[in-house]
């Protein structure tokens, strides 16, 4: 099993970043996933979260309006649209698949960095 995101990076102030989670070695489209993220010094926190079958997300009010979760499950990838960055979204980006099969079956990626600094 594989989740290996990729796309972080440096941006300034009011930028944008495309952040991609491609998955191997699972059914991905059996799999709810989300995006979570954790900086410095503060514990992990979800960010998004989207539903297997792509019908349902949520976000953190912190993001609303700003971050986009989708997946393609063709490409057993999923990703997260970053708008209008702050510096406090400066965090390591980690994505997660979960699914329930009378515990939960979770798997975590290894994270992208996002700094976001003028």
């Known amino acids: 099993v594989q989740l290996v995101e990729s796309g972080g990076g440096l941006v300034q102030p009011g930028g944008s970043l495309r952040l991609s989670c491609a998955a191997s070695g699972f059914t991905f489209s059996s799999f709810h996933m989300s995006w979570h993220r954790q900086a410095p010094g503060k514990e992990r926190e979800l960010v998004a979260g989207i539903s297997k079958a792509g019908d349902y997300t949520n976000y953190a009010d912190s993001v609303k309006g700003r971050f986009t979760i989708s997946r393609d499950d063709a490409k057993n990838t999923v990703y997260l649209q970053l708008n209008s960055l702050k510096p406090e979204d400066t965090a390591v980006y980690i994505c997660?698949?979960?699914?329930?099969?009378?515990?939960?079956?979770?798997?975590w990626g290894q994270g992208t960095q996002v700094t976001v600094s003028s």
């Open positions: 997660k698949a979960r699914r329930w099969v009378g515990q939960f079956e979770d798997y």
